[in-house]
């Protein structure tokens, strides 16, 4: 399941702050939880992304809430923005300094490779809109792509 980062507001336009912080039910506000979770991936793109240690890679990714299947492989030098809303499918690689934003939601399917130095970006801002909003939005690779 891809999770991006924005809350979703229910039918009638409420957000459930709540919602955001089921996952660390031991910190009071949101806006704790987000700080943890910057410091956590803070640690991974600039240290263990360049551990040569591809179990050690997976379990950190794994810990922040990324989805890896069986087979799946994240090589050095990976960096990633929201592990959340990342998902990647069995036996699928994603190749050295590759930039993943999955803020809006990444989902790659099984037997995917992703060459190196690829960048995947799901969030960017509204140039038109007075606040400069931003805007999400999922990028899902299927099978054998």
Known sequence: MIRPVAPV??????????????DFPDLVTA???AQVVFGL?????????????????????TMVGATLEPG??????????????????????????????????????SDVNIGSDTHIITADHDLKSPGFEE???AVRLGDHA
């Open 72 to 109: 799946a492989s994240v090589f050095r030098g990976v960096q990633i923005i929201n592990g959340r809303g990342l998902r990647i499918g069995a036996r699928s690689s994603v190749g050295s300094r590759t930039y993943l934003d999955a803020r809006g939601g990444i989902d790659i399917g």
């Open 135 to 137: 805007r999400f939005s």
């Open 41 to 61: 991936e803070a640690v991974y793109n600039s240290v263990i992304t360049h551990v040569p240690l591809r179990r050690l890679r997976r379990a950190w990714l």
């Open 9 to 22: 507001p229910s039918p009638s336009g409420d957000v459930d702050a709540g919602a955001e912080i089921k």
């Open 31 to 33: 806006g704790r939880r």
